[in-house]
């Protein structure tokens, strides 16, 4: 499920539902789209099923921005423009042995974060793509070291440095703000929320979470080997910024 709304343009919204297709198809993982319209308050089936790769991430992925849902998926990623109801493909960075990292929008913008897969934990290649959704391009470059030498407690000692799930730590979104140089980005690591300014390199905990939300004691000793509670993983993470509609509902 994904909400298609723009409040600067109308106060009307869509909810974009994928689910596989009822009808079988012998080896092959087909998909249906079904579309919502609170104007006229009613789903309905558009389109015939169609075929996409299994780690597409319908589930947990997708990102509504300039009238299209993105879904990020390596040389497979698709878009579905709202308006005329189809699917394209679009294109992603050169990934080679880097990961996503994060993928989301702010102020008009999408972004796409990468870091590498094995080594190099703490550098991230930010990219921003073109207004007319057809390349990306590097907005920044920047190297993270700084926050785990100040939060050494991230570092997951039982894991391979080279390892990907060496650092306990996790992109929860981009953030342009009213001027280029105050773009941002936020962490997320066991205890605490961090704010990354990208432009000088300077950060500063933002949130720190409370004995209720963590067993102080799990990260007591910062050399001690630990597992990161079930319910703090640091994967990947959906992060939504509020937008206050302009219309009275």
Known sequence: MKLAFDPWKSPNYKVICIRLSDEVFPDDQH?????????????????????????????????????????????????FNVEQEMFAKFPMPNINESRVAYYGESSGYLHLVQVHSRQKLTFYNIYEMNSDDTEWYMKYQVNVEDVVNTFPHMIRHYHDPTDRNYLA??????????????????????????????????????????????????????????????????DRFSAFQYVESLFCM
């Open 31 to 79: 998909y249906q789209v079904e579309i919502y319209s609170s104007e006229f308050k009613k789903w309905r089936v558009v389109g015939s099923p169609f075929l996409a790769r299994y780690d597409i991430g319908f589930r947990c992925t997708g990102v509504y921005w300039n009238g299209s849902i993105y879904w990020e998926c390596g040389d497979n990623s698709l878009r």
């Open 169 to 234: 730590m996790s992109v929860l979104c981009v953030v342009r703000g009213e001027k280029e140089e105050e773009a941002f980005m936020i962490l997320h690591i066991p205890k605490m929320v961090i704010r990354y300014n990208l432009r000088d390199n300077t950060f500063y905990k933002l949130y720190e979470f409370g004995n209720n939300s963590i067993e102080e004691n799990q990260f007591e000793d910062e050399d001690e080997d630990y597992e990161v509670p079930i319910s703090l993983q640091f």
